[in-house]
């Protein structure tokens, strides 16, 4: 299982750190992801990370503002979220595959069934 914390109501241009620890080891899941729904808006893949080679994929409206990161030691995931606009507002959920998936493909949602662990959501509101 996987939860996820870090959550909450943060103003334009604030930071805040999604956290996504795994009940289990993280070496299971050779894939990690972070994937958000915005008000009104289907899900979609945010950054993806393989541990094996560090292939990662970022969406373009996030690159350079939100870093993905893992600690297999505290089999934890993280997701740094830096100069927040209001449209990064959504609910954010992580997951993890259970195998060496290509990055791009894991953030497409193309992995589906029991090779992908979904976390539940947080909710990200930016606002002044």
């Known amino acids: 299982q996987l939860q996820v914390s870090g959550g909450g109501l943060v103003q334009p241009g604030g930071s805040l750190r999604l956290s996504c620890a795994a009940s289990g080891s993280t070496l299971d899941y050779p894939v990690i992801g972070w994937f958000r729904r915005a008000p009104g808006k289907e899900r979609e893949g945010i950054s993806c990370l393989r541990r094996r080679d560090g292939g990662m994929y970022t969406r373009d409206s996030v690159k350079g503002r939100f870093t993905i990161s893992r600690d297999d030691a505290r089999n934890t995931t993280y997701l740094e979220m830096n100069n927040l606009k209001p449209e990064d507002t959504a609910v954010y959920f992580c997951?993890?595959?259970?195998?060496?998936?290509?990055?791009?493909?894991?953030?497409?949602?193309?992995?589906?069934?029991?090779?992908?662990?979904w976390g539940q959501g947080t909710l990200v509101t930016v606002s002044s």
């Open positions: 997951a993890a595959g259970r195998g060496s998936f290509n990055p791009s493909t894991f953030c497409a949602m193309k992995v589906t069934g029991s090779a992908v662990v």
